[in-house]
């Protein structure tokens, strides 16, 4: 084994350190055994696409921007994370990627808090495996390795609860679970904030309320709300 393969067995060997035997468990009873057994932690590889980040979470005392490793997860989890990322909230003409706004560092950070919430940390652990294991049952490669009309494939499957089939429960919980958390990162960004053109706490002398179009779709009007109804006569 050379240098490097040892230096990338000891970082997963560190991260692997937040599972331990009893969550192991949780995730075999969490998602199909084969899923959680389908698991296997690979080399990074080159970036699957520009838009997919190789920036990683920095360390204390370490300079922003340095390549320090995911803290909760392995790098294969890692890439998968930034491409499913980026399928949730990809790059447009109007601002950035889930990426771009560093979501996955995001998602990272949260999960690899002292106080994060054990469930979570099980089902994005088992949703990824899950992933993994559908990609290789339809294609024979991971996720991540599979082309992007097939990756698709996988993801109209499990983003629409109503239309899902039951076989497709567990992919449909972690994908929830996950594009909440991609919104919560992104929205909460500099990125995802510029994008909705959110002011912050700045005055505004020339605010004139609702705009029509939306106070039409909500049904409602100004002069409704302004009604006064006399209490009836018992």
Same mark, same amino acid.
């Given at each position: 084994m050379s240098d490097a393969d040892d230096t990338i067995s000891k970082e997963e060997a560190s991260v692997s350190k937040i599972m331990t035997r009893r969550r192991a468990l949780q995730v075999l009873g969490a998602v199909p055994v084969a899923a959680a057994i389908g698991q296997q932690p690979t080399t990074p590889q080159?970036? *699957?696409t520009p838009a997919v980040t190789s920036q990683v979470p920095s360390k204390p005392g370490q300079t922003p921007?340095?390549?320090?490793?995911?803290? %909760?997860?392995?790098?294969?989890?890692?890439?998968?994370?930034? *491409?499913?990322a980026d399928y949730v909230i990809p790059r447009d003409e109007h601002?950035?990627?889930?990426? !771009?706004?560093?979501?996955?560092?995001y998602i990272d950070f949260l999960l690899s808090e002292k106080d994060a919430n054990v469930n979570t940390q099980i089902a994005i652990h088992g949703g990824l495996a899950w992933l993994d294991?559908?990609?290789?049952?339809?294609?024979?490669?991971? %996720?991540? !390795?599979?082309n992007d009309t097939q990756r698709r494939e996988i993801l109209d499957d499990i983003a629409y609860p109503a239309k899902a089939k039951p076989e497709m429960r567990y992919g449909v919980t972690f994908f929830n679970r996950f594009r909440d958390m991609t919104a919560s990162g992104f929205f909460s960004s500099a990125i995802g904030w510029k994008d909705v053109q959110y002011q912050g706490n700045v005055f505004n002398p020339g605010y004139d309320g609702c705009p029509p179009a939306a106070l039409e779709k909500l049904g409602v009007s100004y002069d409704l709300m302004q009604t006064?109804?006399?209490?009836q006569e018992k």
């Open positions: 080159q970036p *699957l921007g340095a390549h320090a490793g995911p803290r %909760f997860f392995n790098r294969h989890e890692w890439k998968t994370v930034a *491409l499913l601002s950035g990627s889930a990426t !771009d706004a560093k979501v996955p560092e294991t559908e990609s290789r049952k339809r294609f024979g490669k991971t %996720f991540i !390795d599979a006064r109804v006399a209490p």
